[in-house]
């Protein structure tokens, strides 16, 4: 202790001092205790002063905005001068410059305050402004790493878009810059891992580990919990399986596999095995290969019926057929919305697309019939080579032996595809509610249960327990739109419990019908 010419006892910074304000400091560079506010907020008190952090743009990085001149902060800023000490207007002002990586413009950290700066307040800003700049330096790293994870992500979506489209020329040409070989296959198998909101984000990082980056993993941008997978490698199936294994409500649903050029209908099978995954002890499900009513129909008659009810397309560009076959395709499959999520354009991009299928072929999504046998064409056609679909567009009006090719009803008319229906549909009869009648009801009439109900003389959710009760009787999803509720509707039309759909000729008109909207 020494005494000042006033009298007043004056106290100089012992070493314990300085250990005590270093160690505080050296706290800021904890991993939890990062931030630069802080660290600006934490120097203020030290030294009792006012700290403002400004960039050489002006921008203020941390604390508060104090007058400084700006000639000075300009030199400083630009490296003529490295820091500045001065008194201005009654304050002590003390100016270090703080570099900040390339190319972020170098910032000041300026220290103003009413008392001259002693030794320990000067070694206390020097020190601050060397952590102010490491943290800076950490900051832009982090941010750096994160638009790179980013724009790695935004890339394997636009893969998965070109590979549901059938762009996959496209699609290999931009993986092949950051995954060579990953697309060099014919084959893939789609998984869906479904996991909460919350936990996507790690799941999707453990997704990547497992597969080792051997697979085209992807945040779906249509359900929040879901991540897609699709990998050409038989074992990164039972890596996945592993995987689910580990999480609590976490599930995994696979597809069978598919061409490239399938990757939606890879997709839509994974989903539906997803429905089963849910209610399985091991978490995950396989999509079932189960007796599908197209492979009950005569192969080249099938053909030939495909190329003739898609021929309106025929005269369109290549590119804008197989966008307008891919959107629509999932689009029976899916809402609107999550069909424009999944392709990464606009619902009404979707809508608009569907709207000219539509007009093309002169019918009416809104009739679950024709939404069924429509997709039972695009389905037949998604099956066939580009040299099967040249041969079959020869013979589309001369099929099955017959002037004219074959017609749906020729093709539902089989005997195999008959007893297929007659003993799905059969499934229905021993429960006393009357299941199938309502289920016939509510397809007839587009899916709409308050329609059902006024035909049936029913309340609207006596109809919607009696389609949910049917769910589980038939294996198959009915209340939302796909391939599942579409195979029953053909059931339906191939029992002959149904009119046959109108494919040429006027528009029934069902506003209300949910399917359709």
Known sequence: MAGRDDGTPRRE????????????????????????????????????????????????????RTPLDEDLVADITAGRIASAAL????RHLRLVRVERPHP????????????????????????????????????????????????????????????????????????????????????????????????RDRLAEECLSVTGERALVVRCPAMDGHVIVLTPREAAGQELRALVGRFPGVFLGGSARQSL????????????????????????????????????????AL?????????PLDALPHHTRAELLATTRLGLEFTAVNTAKVLGVSRNTVRARMDRVEGLLRTDFADLTVRATVHLALNAQAGLGPDQQGLDQDVAGGGAGR????????????????AWAD????????????????LRTWIAVGGNAERAAQSLGVHAQTVREHVRSAEPVLERQLL?????????????????????????????DHPDSPVHR
């Open 13 to 64: 910074a012992g070493a314990g001092e300085q250990t005590g304000w270093a160690e505080e400091l050296l706290d800021h560079l904890r991993p939890t205790a990062r931030d630069v506010r802080g660290v600006v907020a934490w120097l203020a008190g030290a030294v009792q002063a006012a700290v403002s952090l400004p960039d050489g743009a002006g921008r203020l990085l941390a604390g508060t």
């Open 87 to 90: 008194e201005d207007r009654g």
């Open 104 to 199: 972020a413009p170098a910032a000041v950290l300026a220290v103003a305050r009413a008392e001259p700066f002693d030794r320990r307040a000067f070694d206390i800003v020097t020190r601050t402004a060397q952590v102010v700049e490491l943290l800076l330096a950490d900051q832009e790293s982090t941010a750096a790493g994160l638009r790179l994870r980013r724009a790695t992500s935004d890339l394997r979506l636009a893969i998965l878009q070109l590979l549901m489209v059938e762009d996959t020329v496209s699609a290999r040409r931009v993986a092949a810059g950051l995954w060579p070989g990953l697309l060099d296959t014919d084959t893939a198998c789609v998984y869906v891992v479904e996991s909460s909101p919350e936990e």
């Open 261 to 300: 050029a399938r990757t939606a209908t890879a997709y839509g099978q994974a989903v539906s095995a997803l429905a089963v995954a849910r209610f399985r002890p091991q978490q995950a499900a396989v999509y079932a290969e189960r007796t599908h009513p197209e492979r009950l129909m005569d192969p080249a």
């Open 303 to 311: 053909r030939g019926w495909t190329a003739r009810v898609l021929r």
């Open 403 to 418: 002037p004219g090719g074959a017609r749906l009803t020729d093709l539902l008319a089989g005997p195999a595809l008959r």
């Open 423 to 438: 003993d799905l549909l059969g499934r229905l009869e021993p429960d006393a509610r009357n299941l199938r009648r309502t």
């Open 480 to 508: 939302a739109a796909g391939s599942d509720l579409y195979e029953v509707v053909l059931a339906h039309l191939a029992a002959g419990d149904l009119d046959q759909p109108l494919l040429h000729g006027t528009k029934p």
